[in-house]
């Protein structure tokens, strides 16, 4: 089985094809689900030219070698859990040829059914809640707390989510007349996620 990335140079160019390991299953995200031509979607995706123009190349390059095959190329996707837990995160796209996995892309989602700006409520699994923090670090000064079930309204979309280099995934928090924030979102992918959208 061959899997195939998509890395994109800014202009919407393909860099580079390289091979990598793929698992049907990955911390973090959902299941497969094949792409229906009239299927509603509830998410929108692609924010830049780099993940546009990425997505660009990946369903060329598909389409290419399904060409080439002689047989239509078959889609599919998948999402991170952090869609649903806060509106924003990543969806996967994927293409088969022959029930052969060839190729991936993903970009990021947000989801369109809910309201804007996002409600998001505290739900630390360690002590009862989180720490504000000026920059995306453990090693940040702390400026605030939230406490377990406390409710923020974060006016950004996407939502800004970067990991640190330890594979903590950071949340900046932008709230009205109140200073930027960061917080800890995850300690890595797929484990437990500190923030709810709120019901």
């Known amino acids: 089985m061959r899997t195939t990335n998509l890395f994109c140079l800014s202009t919407g160019l393909m860099l580079a094809i390289a091979p990598l390991s793929f698992a049907e299953t990955k911390p973090g995200w959902g299941d497969w689900k094949p792409i229906a031509i009239h299927e509603e979607q509830n998410f929108s995706a692609g924010f830049s030219n780099i993940e546009l123009g990425g997505y660009l190349d990946f369903e060329y390059y598909c389409n290419d070698q399904a060409t080439e095959a002689n047989i239509e190329t078959e889609y599919s996707y998948r999402f991170s859990d952090l869609l649903d837990y806060i509106g924003t995160g990543k969806v996967e796209y994927r293409c088969s040829i022959n029930d052969e996995p060839f190729a991936t892309h993903i970009m990021t989602a947000v989801k369109t059914d809910i309201s804007y700006p996002v409600c998001l409520q505290v739900q630390s699994d360690i002590g009862n809640g989180l720490r504000l923090r000026q920059d995306n670090n453990l090693s940040a000064p702390i400026i605030g707390i939230l406490t377990n079930d406390s409710k923020v309204y974060d006016q950004s979309s996407p939502a800004l989510i970067i990991p640190d280099t330890t594979g903590r995934q950071w949340l ?14 995850s300690e890595k992918e797929g484990a437990h996620i500190n923030f709810r959208l709120c019901s």
């Open 172 to 185: 900046l928090l932008q709230q009205n007349h109140q200073e930027n924030a960061w917080v800890s979102l």
